[in-house]
């Protein structure tokens, strides 16, 4: 018997249970995992991390599981300061009465900063490691992510008429060509394509979206088929369902994520099947303005990806994706009739893997394999309402929630350590974030 090397690395995790997601179904038990830099150098049973490598730090796990980090692949971040403001409303009168007023009234510089900081914390402390957004100003969400250290998709936006970041299709496009190319080659910052939905952008920006996607390689994700009132009104007005123009328009593809999709035809699964194009299912989001139910199952039968995001907190109201995917199985089982529609391992892979598919990085992020980005959480599961532990994947996503969650890693930097951030000061963000709540509360008594 030849002795084994010994190697020298940064990190080792060691871990009760661990879910690498690829292989999907996979529970392993008593794994190290060794971070080197940024990357997992590897993933081995403690006994044989023993002899192959020499760490400088050890960080043991005793009663948790690791799993890579979760990939919220929609919201819209800093309307975490909207969160309660307007609740037990149909979309359409959510957004024209209530949000849309309180965006032309608060937002602000200021006010992007402070909720993204908000949203990203409660993220970070809720497991998730990349998020994809779409707000304003955000050449602001893009540099505070990555001060931050959050990995992050940051969608400009696009529409058809002025507000407070553009002035009209014109400046949206031209600021955002300059934010694509500010963050190019950027391993945090994965600048993006945010047209806002088929009824507020026309035919012209939206083609113009589609050649600045494929003049940059930037991903496009756009709102689609909410509500069965955005399809008629649709049909009313174009002759023809938002999918159908937009497919003609060459707005669907690999680079292409299309959230909610609460209504679906034959031939709408054919034309997401048939260009690769994404689906980013919102479900709770989806239940709580009464939108409709994306029929997950259906779209995983024809192969098209299905990633989860929360949408953002004023329709959600939380930014939990460990929730999210309880809330994504619970509801694929109803509308499936069918209680194995969607399992605890698939609505995992769902919360990780496929956003990193989505996002064109499934070769260096969302599972636990040597030579991928070490970005990676820990999830306690001595507490109670968790005990006892027969399949830790059971409980991740059906009786868990994200608060569990005690250890996170981004590109192999420390965020969370025993269940606190390390990279946010959050006493201080509590203050700028009351300052807020009283200036919106003013307005709303008046
Ligand atoms: C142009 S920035 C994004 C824009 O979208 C609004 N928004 C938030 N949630 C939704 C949703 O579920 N459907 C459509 N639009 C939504 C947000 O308030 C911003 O104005
Ligand atoms: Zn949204």
């Given at each position: 018997?030849?002795?084994?090397?010994?190697?020298?690395?940064?990190?080792?995790?060691?871990?009760?249970?661990?879910?690498?997601?690829?292989?999907c179904g996979?529970?392993?038990?008593?794994?190290?995992?060794?971070?080197?830099?940024?990357?997992?150098?590897?993933?081995?049973?403690?006994?044989?991390?023993?002899?192959?490598?020499?760490?400088?730090?050890?960080?043991?796990?005793?009663?948790?599981?690791?799993?890579?980090?979760?990939?919220?692949m929609h919201?819209?971040?800093?309307?975490?300061?909207?969160?309660?403001?307007?609740?037990?409303?149909?979309?359409?009168?959510?957004?024209?009465?209530?949000?849309?007023?309180?965006?032309?009234?608060?937002?602000?510089?200021?006010?992007?900063?402070?909720?993204?900081?908000?949203?990203?914390?409660?993220?970070?402390?809720?497991?998730?490691?990349?998020?994809?957004?779409?707000?304003?100003?955000?050449?602001?969400?893009?540099?505070?992510?990555?001060?931050?250290?959050?990995?992050?998709?940051?969608?400009?936006?696009?529409?058809?008429?002025?507000?407070?970041?553009?002035?009209?299709?014109?400046?949206?496009?031209?600021?955002?060509?300059?934010?694509?190319?500010?963050?190019?080659?950027?391993?945090?910052?994965?600048?993006?394509?945010?047209?806002?939905?088929?009824?507020?952008?026309?035919?012209?920006?939206?083609?113009?979206?589609?050649?600045?996607?494929?003049?940059?390689?930037?991903?496009?994700?756009?709102?689609l088929h909410e509500t069965e009132?955005?399809v008629?009104?649709?049909?009313?007005?174009?002759?023809?369902?938002?999918i159908?123009?937009?497919?003609?328009?060459?707005?669907?593809?690999?680079?292409?994520?299309c959230v909610h999709m609460t209504q679906v035809s034959d031939s709408d699964i054919a034309l997401l099947a048939d260009?690769?194009t994404h689906v980013i299912h919102c479900p709770e989001s989806n239940l709580k303005l009464a939108s409709g139910l994306c029929p997950v199952h259906n779209l995983m039968e024809r192969g098209i990806n299905l990633a989860i995001g929360t949408d953002?907190?004023?329709?959600?109201?939380?930014?939990?994706l460990f929730g999210e995917a309880r809330t994504a199985a619970m509801i694929a089982k109803v509308v499936a009739n069918d209680a194995a529609a969607l399992s605890a391992h698939q609505a995992l892979q769902m919360a990780t893997l496929n956003g990193?598919k989505a996002?064109?990085?499934?070769?260096?992020?969302?599972?636990?394999?040597?030579?991928?980005?070490?970005?990676?959480?820990?999830?306690?599961?001595?507490?109670?309402?968790?005990?006892?532990?027969?399949d830790?994947a059971s409980?991740l996503v059906y009786s868990?929630?994200?608060?569990?969650?005690?250890?996170?890693?981004?590109?192999?930097?420390?965020?969370?350590?025993?269940?606190?951030?390390?990279?946010?000061?959050?006493?201080?963000?509590?203050?700028?974030?009351?300052?807020?709540?009283?200036?919106?509360?003013?307005?709303?008594?008046?």
């Open positions: 018997m030849t002795a084994d090397t010994i190697t020298a690395a940064d990190i080792r995790i060691n871990a009760r249970w661990l879910i690498p997601i690829e292989p996979v529970v392993l038990e008593h794994q190290a995992v060794i971070i080197q830099g940024c990357r997992i150098a590897a993933v081995l049973p403690t006994a044989q991390a023993d002899r192959k490598f020499h760490t400088r730090e050890t960080i043991n796990l005793p009663n948790h599981v690791v799993m890579p980090g979760l990939i919220n919201g819209h971040a800093a309307m975490s300061l909207f969160r309660g403001m307007a609740d037990d409303l149909p979309l359409m009168t959510w957004l024209n009465d209530h949000i849309w007023p309180a965006e032309g009234r608060f937002v602000s510089e200021q006010f992007i900063a402070d909720g993204t900081q908000l949203a990203m914390a409660e993220m970070l402390r809720t497991g998730t490691t990349t998020f994809s957004d779409m707000y304003f100003f955000p050449e602001i969400v893009a540099q505070m992510a990555h001060d931050t250290g959050m990995r992050a998709q940051i969608c400009f936006p696009l529409l058809d008429f002025p507000t407070v970041w553009g002035a009209g299709p014109d400046d949206y496009l031209s600021k955002g060509e300059a934010l694509i190319n500010a963050w190019k080659g950027d391993t945090y910052i994965m600048p993006a394509i945010g047209p806002h939905a088929p009824y507020t952008v026309s035919d012209e920006p939206l083609s113009r979206a589609v050649a600045l996607s494929e003049k940059t390689g930037a991903r496009i994700q756009l709102h009132f955005e008629t009104e649709a049909e009313e007005k174009h002759g023809q369902r938002p159908k123009r937009l497919a003609k328009l060459g707005v669907l593809g690999v680079k292409t994520q260009s690769g953002g907190a004023a329709s959600n109201n939380d930014l939990d990193a996002l064109g990085r499934e070769h260096e992020l969302g599972s636990l394999v040597a030579g991928k980005l070490a970005d990676i959480i820990a999830i306690d599961l001595s507490d109670p309402f968790i005990q006892p532990v027969y830790p409980h868990n929630h994200g608060r569990a969650v005690t250890h996170s890693w981004i590109n192999g930097v420390p965020q969370v350590q025993d269940g606190k951030l390390t990279r946010i000061d959050v006493p201080d963000l509590m203050l700028r974030v009351e300052e807020w709540a009283e200036k919106i509360r003013e307005q709303q008594a008046v």
